[in-house]
T-cell receptor, first 117, second 108 residues
Framework: GAGVSQTPSNKVTEKGKYVELRCDPISGHTALYWYRQSLGQGPEFLIYFQGTGAADDSGLPNDRFFAVRPEGSVSTLKIQRTERGDSAVYLC???????????????FGPGTRLTVL | SQKIEQNSEALNIQEGKTATLTCNYTNYSPAYLQWYRQDPGRGPVFLLLIRENEKEKRKERLKVTFDTTLKQSLFHITASQPADSATYLCALGGKLQFGAGTQVVVTP
């Protein structure tokens, strides 16, 4: 069965540009998460979706970051006016149902490595 | 603020020995704690989840303990193998707050 997929695997952009990162979760998983991981650090929570709605976006660093999940499946993380400090690996994860602890195992994609020059 | 600490130094261990990793947390009362494995260039992979009312949990050669009084979890890899070499992350909460991870290197 297919796991979580993310595209592109690598993205190089210039400071000030706009980027979109895509996540395809495991089919049927209602919960979807975005994390950001810098070198030598653990993943840092950005935003969580339950279905189509953003249930918790408290981890988004500022208003340049935005994420959508219009049909409750694929999600796109959008970053406007990119800055060099945005360079990191962006990870997406999905799980069957956030509300049930035993199902809170999260399945991660391989990540998108974003480099802002 | 909530804080999760894992040993930042890599753990070098000989094949066949037991690796023990520590995860300490502060300002947090988690209902459960998770451990993940991460290989270079890949996303984390779930290993074990332990609830606050469970003292110990095992899965094959892995064992996790959870002491809510000490605010600490220990992660053990018994009979370690070179294939166990990776970074191991502990995580708390539903939306997962991760520690920085501890790299384990198992040498033949």
């Amino acid at each position: 069965g297919a796991g979580v997929s993310q595209t592109p695997s690598n993205k190089v952009t210039e400071k000030g540009k706009y980027v979109e990162l895509r996540c395809d979760p495991i089919s049927g998983h209602t919960a979807l998460y975005w994390y950001r991981q810098s070198l030598g650090q653990g993943p840092e929570f950005l935003i969580y979706f339950q279905g189509t709605g953003a249930a918790d976006d408290s981890g988004l660093p500022n208003d340049r970051f935005f994420a959508v999940r219009p049909e409750g499946s694929v999600s796109t993380l959008k970053i406007q006016r990119t800055e060099r400090g945005d360079s990191a690996v962006y990870l997406c994860a999905s799980s069957p149902d956030f509300t049930l602890a035993e199902y809170n195992e999260q399945f991660f994609g391989p990540g998108t490595r974003l480099t802002v020059l | 603020s909530q804080k999760i600490e894992q040993n930042s130094e890599a753990l070098n261990i000989q094949e066949g020995k037991t690796a023990t990793l520590t995860c300490n947390y502060t300002n947090y009362s988690p209902a459960y704690l998770q451990w993940y494995r991460q290989d270079p260039g890949r996303g984390p992979v779930f290993l074990l989840l332990i609830r606050e009312n469970e003292k110990e949990k095992r899965k094959e050669r892995l064992k996790v303990t959870f002491d809510t009084t000490l605010k600490q979890s220990l992660f053990h890899i018994t009979a370690s193998q070179p294939a166990d070499s990776a970074t191991y992350l502990c995580a708390l909460g539903g939306k997962l707050q991760f520690g920085a991870g501890t790299q384990v290197v198992v040498t033949p």
